[in-house]
């Protein structure tokens, strides 16, 4: 009887061990269900794609970088700045209202003051969070500002 016993109690955990093996089976199985990303506006050098000026993952959008590329001032370069940023979330299906975080890189931490004149109130009653540096060397391009966001469909 104790054999019997025994051989039953085995004979049920190898059925376990192969229900759980039988389980991940199945679940390896299952087609990848992630998302893939979208990508704007692709810059590409020598004909390689370098890098997109917005890519889109479920519901949310990465901006790259813009900057002002002629002569101005900080309240100029500022305006285009955020105009274009504002092109790229509309193109991603997005808004300036649903920004989640800016980065701002100054040429001149001297141009702040300036730059926050053109800035505030262009995100909605409800701003995003935001990080405002100086860099060193300036910003690529001779522009003054350059900004780059994140933000939700």
Not at 30 to 57: H, M, R, Y
Not at 102 to 124: A, I, Q, S
Not at 138 to 143: L, Q
């Amino acid at each position: 009887m104790e054999k019997l016993e025994r051989r039953i109690t085995l004979k049920k955990m190898i059925a376990s061990i192969a229900g759980f093996a039988g389980i991940g089976l199945v679940a390896k199985a299952e087609p990848d269900n992630t998302p893939e990303k979208e990508v704007f506006n692709i810059v590409q050098d020598q004909d390689i794609p370098l890098f997109s000026g917005s890519t889109k993952l479920g519901n949310m959008v990465f901006v790259a970088g813009k900057g002002a590329h002629f002569d101005g001032d900080i309240k100029a370069h500022t305006d285009h700045v955020l105009k274009e940023l504002e092109k790229e979330l509309i193109k991603a299906g997005s808004s300036m209202e649903k920004v989640l975080k800016v980065n701002v890189y100054l040429h001149d931490l001297n141009d702040y003051k300036g730059m926050n004149e053109v800035y505030k109130g262009r995100f909605g009653k409800k701003p995003p969070v935001r990080t405002t540096v100086a860099t060193y060397g300036g910003v690529p391009g001779d522009s003054l500002v350059e900004m780059d966001c994140i933000a939700y469909i």
